[in-house]
């Protein structure tokens, strides 16, 4: 059974940091998969914000260029976002997962909340 677990998430100012982490489990011996960071702000759908593939290159969503960067260690079957200039807009609970979505299950994700 698949499990993603999200954590590092918390309260930050406008301009702070986080980095946020993502472990996964379950697939297997081999961490093969094109990862991804998703949010989802109140009252709206879930976006992807940024994504790694196995070789490590990476995509992100416009809003997020040169503040975020995506990183993973395929031995520790782990993913990272670090987040820096953080903006009130950036509020969401994030999650990671598969790009495009393969598992079929999501984790309970990592509240951020950007706010002074």
């Known amino acids: 059974q698949v499990q993603l677990v999200e954590s590092g998430g918390g309260l930050v100012q406008p301009g702070g940091s986080l980095r946020l982490s993502c472990t996964v489990s379950?697939?297997?011996?081999?961490?093969?998969?094109?990862m991804g960071w998703y949010r989802q702000a109140p009252g709206e759908e879930r976006e992807l914000v940024a994504a790694i593939a196995s070789g490590g290159g990476t995509v992100y969503v416009d809003s997020v260029k040169g503040r975020f960067t995506i990183s993973r260690d395929n031995a520790k079957f782990a993913v990272y976002l670090q987040m820096n200039s953080l903006k009130p807009d950036d509020t969401a609970v994030y999650y990671c997962?598969?790009?495009?979505?393969?598992?079929?299950?999501w984790g309970r994700g990592t509240q951020v909340t950007v706010s002074s």
């Open positions: 997962n598969t790009h495009p979505l393969v598992f079929g299950t």
């Open positions: 379950g697939t297997g011996r081999d961490f093969v998969y094109t």
